[in-house]
């Protein structure tokens, strides 16, 4: 299974545009990407998930180049309601969230 | 429509007691995976039961242990406790098979061993 490698933290202020990057180099030709959302003592909560090119949801946007060895989670105009740790994940097969989801990038939304 | 739901809110235990940790799926969901998320540290994966049977573990010891029954709810097990296995329990519950389907979450059980 992919390996997933993704900044520990990122500070925004409220309102800007935020783009978190998750490496996968060892991505599958069979593995999705998809990225969760996790507030303090609450279970993750599904954002978008993508194969290639450009996902677009009520929430966030995905893009996902070409070679699939990366892809970019982009929050539009965030609030402090955002504030939460952001899970990337790659996989193909059900039960492949059996590995950890790692720690995941804590975004901090300033006033 | 009912999320997944898990029980009890809040666990305290001590050392080398026992704890069951209960997780009810979505409806229609078969599938019911265990994470432990200990303080500041990513989820860990514990186990994956569908359709009844156990179909993953994750690198925790024998004494992690759980079943998923008819109905397609989940008990997850804690044997011996040990001060380190003080964490947040998160269930989740997934309706896919074969490809990456969404996973739904708990709101998870936090246990305590004192």
């Known amino acids: 299974l992919a390996k997933t490698t993704q900044p520990i933290s990122m500070d925004s202020y409220e309102g800007q545009e935020v783009n978190i990057t998750c490496s996968h180099n060892?991505?599958?030709?069979?593995?999705?990407i998809t990225w969760y959302q996790q507030f303090p003592s609450q279970g993750p909560r599904f954002i978008i998930q993508?194969?290639?090119t450009k996902v677009t949801n009520e929430v966030a946007s995905l893009f996902i180049p070409a070679d699939r060895k990366s892809s970019t989670l982009s929050l539009p105009r965030v609030s402090l309601s955002d504030t939460a740790v952001y899970y990337c994940?790659?996989?193909?097969?059900?039960?492949?969230?059996?590995?950890?989801f790692g720690k995941g990038t804590k975004l901090s939304v300033i006033p | 429509e009912a999320g997944v739901t898990q029980s009890p809110t809040h666990l305290i235990k001590t050392r080398g007691q026992q704890a069951t940790l209960r997780c009810s799926p979505i409806?229609?969901?078969?599938?019911v995976y265990w994470y432990q998320q200990a303080l500041g540290l990513g989820l860990q994966f514990l186990l994956w039961?569908?359709?009844?049977?156990?179909?993953n573990r994750g690198n925790f010891p024998p004494r992690f242990s759980g079943r998923q029954f008819p109905n397609y709810s989940s008990e997850l097990n804690v044997n011996a406790l040990e001060l380190e296995d003080s964490a947040l329990y998160l269930c989740?519950?997934?309706?896919?098979?074969?490809?990456?389907?969404?996973?739904?979450f708990g709101e998870g059980s936090r246990l305590t061993v004192l």
């Open positions: 993508g194969y290639k």
């Open positions: 994940l790659v996989g193909a097969q059900a039960g492949s969230y059996q590995l950890t």
């Open positions: 039961y569908d359709e009844g049977e156990e179909r």
């Open positions: 060892n991505i599958a030709t069979n593995d999705y």
């Open positions: 989740a519950s997934s309706l896919v098979r074969g490809r990456d389907g969404e996973l739904f």
């Open positions: 409806s229609g969901h078969t599938s």
